[in-house]
């Protein structure tokens, strides 16, 4: 059974950096598509980055510029690098994971069966 383990969610004020990571167990990171997701209380759940197996990497418009996805694949974590943080970041983060290599022709958060629990991170003005 895989598990996803987010951690590093915290209280920042605008403009501060989190760095979130996702410790993934027991397959590799390297050989599946990776991504983040953001969801905030009475809305859907939103698409923030992915990472493929390959190292490509997407990002929503919101984000781009400022966050930043890699993975460490001999640690097997994924981690969401967060710089400029403003108060439309605040969200509980989470993790999830694809069966697949590529993750292109994703359709949102149904194309991923496995999910992190997720963490609180909060961006006060």
């Known amino acids: 059974q895989v598990q996803l383990v987010e951690s590093g969610g915290d209280s920042v004020q605008s403009g501060g950096s989190l760095r979130l990571s996702c410790a993934v167990s027991p397959s590799p990171t390297s050989a599946r598509c990776m991504a983040w997701f953001r969801q905030v209380p009475g809305k859907e759940r939103e698409g923030v980055a992915t990472i493929d197996g390959a190292g490509s990497t997407t990002y929503s418009d919101a984000v781009k510029g400022r966050f930043t996805i890699s993975r460490d694949d001999a640690k097997e974590t994924v981690y969401l690098q967060m710089n400029s943080l403003k108060p439309d970041d605040t969200a509980v983060y989470y993790c999830?994971?694809?069966?697949?290599?590529?993750?292109?022709?994703?359709?949102?958060?149904?194309?991923?069966?496995?999910w992190g629990q997720g963490t609180q991170v909060t961006v006060s003005s």
């Open positions: 999830a994971r694809r069966v697949v290599y590529y993750c292109s022709g994703a359709a949102g958060p149904s194309s991923f069966p496995y």
